[in-house]
């Protein structure tokens, strides 16, 4: 089968190699759909945590073609995607249904196993995972439903984190209106009766300014913490969702955080500012406010969000490649010309 393999730093290509075998509590998916991400171009330039010759694919969706030993309650001809935390579903975070958390493979600083990243992923014909990572998805669209387990999932655990502040009368933050940030402002119209405010670049694409949210500012206006404020009568919001993760955007937070206010650090471009422990906060920190920097979402967030995408009530914009264009997809989305998620579709022939 065709796979498409993290070769050395700098280089991912298209190999031949044979079709694995579900071994205990494993099964064999044919792959309908497997999403190209962000992290794909981080691995091939950085491969921190990967090792050559691993197939790459953390977003999959496929069709079960063959069951392995001990596996109860799946079938062949099912179709379903798979949790990219491949939890051990016996630790204590596990238990308490927080297995993007999951300790049971020893280790503090790391997440649990992830397809495509630290074992083979979905970036081929076949790929294997454990029967206890999937979630049915029925006739949802493939391709949609693998971009969940990463753009949607991400987003939603985000979200339910922050339901509690964000009651009747609140505000919610979106800080970036890429494929994540959309997400979470539909994500945050659905599942909370605040007011969403999102701020981006001027030059995004329409899409993003259309994305359902009740005001969108521009990231680059002089007085944008000011704005910000005025949107909140002066208190700032009781839940933001930074996907930008800069210094120049954790410092809007913070400064435009409500007290007993939360912030969730989704994205990931280094940025840091001071938690400072004193009355007087230089960057503004409210009292009460609390920082968080989430990890993709529980086994329970990714049925939530399929169940919802399965009622018809999210919708992406997804750009579809054959398996022998992976190569072209990730390049076209290393050089930000992918519009919205680019998936791969190995078996659409
Ligand atoms: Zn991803
Ligand atoms: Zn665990």
């Not at 290509?13 to 190209?36: F, K, M, S, T, W």
């Not at 700032?236 to 969702?241: S, T």
């Amino acid at each position: 089968m065709k796979a498409v393999r993290l070769k050395r730093p700098g280089l991912v290509q298209i190999d031949e190699i044979e079709r694995p075998e579900p071994g205990e509590g494993e099964v064999l998916l044919r792959v309908l759909a497997a999403g190209v991400c962000r992290t794909d171009c981080h691995i091939r330039a950085h491969p921190f945590a990967t090792s050559a010759n691993t197939t790459l694919g953390h977003e999959i969706a496929g069709e079960i073609t063959a069951i392995g030993p001990g596996v109860v309650g799946w079938s062949t001809g099912q179709r379903a995607v798979v949790h990219p935390c491949w939890a051990c579903h016996k630790c204590s975070q596990c238990r308490a249904g927080r297995e993007n958390y999951c300790q049971g493979h020893g280790m503090q600083r790391f997440p649990p196993p992830t397809p495509g990243v630290t074992c083979n992923g979905g970036m081929a014909e076949f790929a294997i995972a454990p029967a206890n990572s999937l979630v049915e998805i029925g006739d949802l669209d493939p391709a949609f439903a693998a971009v969940l387990a990463d753009a949607g999932l991400a987003p939603y655990h985000s979200v339910r984190l922050l339901r509690d502040r964000l009651g009747p009368g609140s505000t919610a933050l979106v800080i970036g209106l890429g494929g994540l940030g959309q997400f979470a402002v539909q994500l945050l119209k659905l599942c909370t009766p605040a007011r969403v405010v999102a701020i981006d670049r001027a030059e995004a694409p329409l899409a993003a300014r259309e994305s359902g949210a009740d005001t969108v500012l521009q990231a680059d206006a002089p007085d944008l913490a000011e704005q910000l404020l005025e949107q909140t009568d002066g208190f700032g919001f009781a839940g933001i969702i930074d996907f930008v993760g800069s210094e120049q955007t954790l410092r809007l937070a913070a400064s435009v955080a409500a007290p007993f206010g939360a912030i969730q650090a989704v994205g990931l471009t280094g940025g840091h500012i001071p938690f400072e422990a004193a009355d007087m906060s230089t960057i503004g920190l409210p009292w009460g406010v609390t920082l968080m920097k989430p990890y993709s979402g529980s086994y329970r967030d990714l049925a939530d969000v399929i169940a919802l995408a399965r009622q018809g009530k999210l919708s992406a914009n997804l750009e579809h490649f054959p398996l022998e264009e992976a190569i072209t997809a990730i390049d076209r989305l290393e050089s930000g010309h992918i519009n919205g998620r680019a998936v791969l579709l190995p078996n659409s022939k």
